[in-house]
């Protein structure tokens, strides 16, 4: 298995510009997470979805984040428009009863490094 | 609400000895599962072990084994026979309900 798979792996863009981060989790797994990386916060988990369905999004900071999850292989978070702040590591995590090993265990992409100047 | 507090930013041990970091975390729950995570200079995300509450014997993954006391909502990670390339940030984290709370890591260094 090729494991979670993100992409782009580094983004630069300009402050107010839209940006989209993208995930493909491992076949199979049912559970997807979004969780965002700084210095001064930590990892903290943005957004949950459990069968395409969105579960938790209490930690998505305002309006101008969203994510979508349209197929079991595929998510995106976007931000619309990006701020300086907005610069982290962006993970992307699943998780399914694949094996029992592997239960409740949250397999981790590389992460995407946004940097919004 | 849970949280998870790894009191030591920084901890250092020479190869081939035995380094301890230190979790303790906070809920009220009975059955939730822990995990510790390994995060070298790359970045990635890799899961060393993972123990679950309602298993009293300590989990076991070749050098690595904690110590998980559950009534003092303790659960440390012990490293043997330390490797230059156990280097790295480690992450304690808590997951009720699908989801993961992350302490603030601890950045180990191996002295060779």
């Known amino acids: 298995d090729a494991g979670v798979i993100q992409s782009p792996r580094h983004e630069v863009t300009e402050m107010g510009q839209e940006v989209t981060l993208r995930c493909k989790p491992i076949s199979g797994h049912n559970s997807l997470f979004w969780y965002r990386q700084t210095m001064m916060r930590g990892l903290e988990l943005l957004i949950y979805f459990n069968n395409n369905v969105p579960i938790d999004d209490s930690g998505m900071p305002e309006d101008r984040f969203s994510a979508k999850m349209p197929n079991a292989s595929f998510s995106t978070l976007k931000i619309q428009p990006s701020e300086p702040r907005d610069s982290a590591v962006y993970f992307c995590a699943s998780t399914g009863r694949t094996s029992p090993l592997a239960k409740n265990i949250q397999y981790f992409g590389a992460g995407t490094r946004l940097s919004v100047l | 609400a849970q949280t998870v507090t790894q009191s030591q930013p920084e901890m250092s041990v020479q190869e081939a000895e035995t380094v301890t970091l230190s979790c303790t975390y906070d809920?009220?729950?009975?059955?939730?599962?822990l995990f510790w995570y390994k995060q070298p200079p790359s970045r990635q995300m890799i899961l060393v072990i993972r123990q679950e509450a309602y298993k009293q014997q300590n989990a076991t993954e070749n050098r690595f084994s904690v110590n998980f006391q559950k009534a003092a909502k303790s659960f440390s990670l012990k490293i043997s026979d330390s490797q230059l390339g156990d280097a790295a940030m480690y992450f304690c984290?808590?997951?009720?309900?699908?989801?993961?709370?992350f302490g603030q890591g601890t950045e180990l260094s191996v002295k060779p």
């Open positions: 984290a808590y997951r009720r309900e699908g989801k993961l709370i």
């Open positions: 809920t009220s729950e009975s059955d939730y599962y």
